[in-house]
Nanobody
Framework: QVQLVESGGGLVQAGGSLRLSCTAS????????MGWFRQAPGKEREFVAV????????YYADSVKGRFTISRDNAKNTVYLQMNSLKPEDTAVYYC???????????????WGQGTQVTVSS
């Protein structure tokens, strides 16, 4: 089973930036679509961004479009989420996950990591 480990979270002021990383244990990383999701306290897990197998296609939630950028390095088995112009409402635990299809539906993703906390202060 694929193991995913997220890192890069932290506390940042509104308007600041963070870059999250997610590294996979599998050498077949390039065969997975990768996605980033987040879950705020008391809320359901929600889609943030997805990237296709070789990185040629990306898709974002409207709430982060223009501020966040997803990318991947298949040679390093790693997917990234560059987060700029952060807002307090971006505060959540951020998770990465993989899928066999290019989708943004939470239930189509698996092998969830432990998550990394992002806190944006106003």
């Amino acid at each position: 089973q694929v193991q995913l480990v997220e890192s890069g979270g932290g506390l940042v002021q509104a308007g600041g930036s963070l870059r999250l990383s997610c590294t996979a244990s599998e050498r077949t990383f390039s065969s997975f679509v990768m996605g980033w999701f987040r879950q705020a306290p008391g809320k359901e897990r929600e889609f943030v961004a997805v990237i296709s197998w070789r990185g040629e296609s990306t898709y974002y939630a409207d709430s982060v479009k223009g501020r966040f950028t997803i990318s991947r390095d298949n040679a390093k088995n790693t997917v990234y989420l560059q987060m700029n112009s952060l807002k307090p409402e971006d505060t959540a635990v951020y998770y990465c996950a993989h899928s066999s299809s290019y989708t943004y539906t939470v239930r189509d993703f698996g092998s969830w990591g432990q998550g990394t906390q992002v806190t944006v202060s106003s």
